[in-house]
């Protein structure tokens, strides 16, 4: 049987991931290519063509804390009929929207689509990456605008259709916080003004977050974009990793989201693929 | 807040992904395609080249029971500081083995790559379709052989290096089932000499199936496959969905795997892109 698991010892994932990808294992042996590649990121061919892919989720431990007083992710050892031959399962206990998550239409709306509910055509779309880091070193609650929208535009090109605007604060989840900016719930995001014009004037599937809410920090628990987003039948990501290693435009974001009939939302595998 | 939900109410997963696919909805509008796509599919572009995708994923409810006594994915609404402003949010707890999910090294091997650790590089690879539907008519334990993996190469080619090898048996891990069959876990899967081969003479990191299980029924709870593939720090895939909507070759697998620390396993979105 297993023993019951902290989910707290220190992560082994990098340093596996980079012997996996150096082909240092046996058991995932491949020739090793010309330069390393981080542990997050990865190589396919598509039709015969070379495609990059970054891992933009975090690991999924007991450290994620997304409020005060809201459970964190626990994890119990199950014995069953499978301990005779050496079988290991657990049982999770988890808040739908902890780690990298997705919120989907129902996490405030009691009519809005479940996470079981959503078409896979709006879980693969294109990804627009907006940088507020500069501005988030300065200011913990920054906010994306409808200037930095249309600032994108004039480097990239109009918004496509069906995408997802994703902010790259420059924020780690995993970073220490004192009780009292957690009890503030300081973190970046996007401003209403910002969520309306992508609702009513581009054709925009999903926003997506490296920090906690969608909402700054400023604007809990009130809510705002929450409340006019995902009333409006669209989704949102939160807490997404590696947004450096991805293009402001001409990527494609997959959300590996498992489809839990009835959920408001749940941890997610995000990928970015270019 | 949020009613406490039962799971178990119909999905409306077919007709609003239909609805959505078509444009019904303000919320995701866009020009209707010239030929309907089944809910299950999209179609995106990459490089300004088009893209299909097939979600392999059931929904995941409360009816996926994999074996007698094991518990069911359950949720329980939470009511928190979000209330006031209509914010819905559940606590799920779950077995890591339900609906279409991943098996990691981990669930057969104390020292293996547990969820969080595996690669992001294992998890998109190349997808391989073996067809037993044929055989698994007749027999509800078939078993893909050395020989039905030649039979694929003398079609298709040699195996991709570092490919999933899937088995569409036609199997509905969903159909009702009596109690006799359930407890004997009747569900199409690989030989242990066809697994042998994949490990030894192929390079492959991933074996799927759309039964229940890795192992055929007959060698439950041995479970021969699961402890020679597991424990050599491959991944295997259970329950997957649609696979008749993929090509045998030249798809590529994306498992939506959310990286959970300590993790034997996890419910999963699985893709198909080609």
């Known amino acids: 049987m297993a023993p019951k698991t902290s989910l707290e010892r220190p992560s082994r994932r990098g340093l596996f991931g980079l012997a996996g990808v150096l082909g240092l294992l046996g058991a995932t042996a491949r020739p090793a290519p010309a330069a390393p590649i981080p542990p997050a990121e990865a190589r396919v061919s598509l039709h015969g063509r070379p495609i990059r892919v970054v891992d933009l989720t975090h690991e999924l431990t007991s450290e994620f804390n997304l409020g005060p007083g809201r459970p964190r992710i626990s ?127 581009r054709q925009v599937k999903g926003i997506a977050v490296d920090g906690l809410s969608l909402d700054i920090g400023a604007n809990v628990p009130a809510y705002p974009v929450h409340q006019a987003w995902l009333r409006s039948g669209r989704w949102g990501i939160e807490g997404l990793a590696n947004l450096d290693a991805v293009p402001p435009s001409g990527a ?23």
Chains 1, 2 share one sequence.
């Open 75 to 201: 994890m119990e050892a199950i014995q069953g009929s499978g301990a005779a031959v050496g079988m290991n399962l657990n049982r999770l206990s988890l808040v739908e929207h902890t780690g990298t998550h997705i919120d989907a239409p129902r996490h405030f709306s009691n009519q809005g689509a479940s996470l079981g509910e959503i078409p896979i055509g709006d879980l693969v779309v294109p990804l627009a990456v907006v940088d507020l880091k500069a501005r988030a070193a300065g200011d913990s609650d920054a906010a994306v605008g409808v200037a930095d929208i249309l600032a994108w535009e004039r480097r990239h090109g109009r918004l496509p259709e069906g995408c997802c605007v994703a902010v790259n604060a420059g924020f780690n989840p995993l970073a220490p916080r004192t009780p009292g900016a957690l009890a503030r719930r300081q973190t970046p995001g996007f401003s209403l003004e910002a969520a309306e014009m992508l609702m009513k004037a």
């Open 252 to 274: 494609l974001l997959v959300v590996g989201a498992p489809p839990v009939k009835d959920a408001t939302g749940m941890p997610i595998r995000a990928l970015a693929i270019f």
